[in-house]
């Protein structure tokens, strides 16, 4: 009920342009998952950190809601038209032109979860939509040097890309992010199996 409020008076006492708290997803049949993000105490973090992070299992939420943001900060950004992944598309760049980022250790977001929501789509355009926002999210982490964090999207988007039914169609949307040069660059070293 004070989620507004103490997402407010955050912002304000920080000066920060966006605020985060943790959020519990809600079932239809009333059970919940517990606190996500409960992992979360209260912190100021820059946007190096944030990106950082997401390298992490403990990262701040790539979803638009949940939030409290500085008007400012939207100038020029528009979402796109996507199905699915249009808060994952615009977080890098949201999150990019920020100065300070707060975290409150508190549950705020109720979430609730409806199987016949776009989120649980399945259809294949949801799913090349929410490929092509998790390799934007890779190329704009692997462009500005957060390596572990690229890598750990980028297994996120094979497993996205295995989950088309025509696998050479993934390939092909992986190819318009990471030509075959940068693939192996990013990929250098690793052990993905």
């Known amino acids: ?68 943001y500085r008007r400012t900060i939207f100038d020029g950004i528009l979402y796109p038209a996507l199905k699915c992944g249009e808060d994952l598309w615009n977080y890098p760049l949201i999150v990019d032109r920020c100065k300070t980022i707060s975290v409150v250790d508190q549950t705020l977001y109720f979430y609730f979860q409806r199987s016949d929501s776009i989120l649980h789509e399945k259809s294949e355009q949801s799913k090349r939509d929410d490929l092509n926002a998790v390799l934007h999210l890779v190329q704009f982490l692997w462009l500005r040097n957060f390596e572990k964090s690229a890598l750990r999207w980028y297994a996120i988007a094979i497993d996205k890309a295995l989950s088309l039914k025509n696998k050479r169609e993934g390939l092909t949307i992986f190819k318009e992010y990471f030509p075959p040069v940068e693939r192996r660059k990013l990929l250098k070293g690793q052990r993905i199996k």
Do not use: P
């Not at 517990?34 to 997401?54: H, I, Q, R, T, Y």
């Open 1 to 68: 009920e004070d989620a507004v409020q103490v997402l407010y008076e955050r912002m304000r006492s920080d000066g920060s342009d966006i605020v985060v708290g943790k959020h519990t997803d809600v079932y239809e049949d009333g059970t919940t998952n517990g606190a996500f993000c409960s992992w979360m105490k209260d912190a100021v973090l820059s946007n190096k950190e944030v990106f950082a992070k997401l390298g992490e299992k403990n990262y701040i939420a790539v979803v638009s809601w949940g939030k409290m």
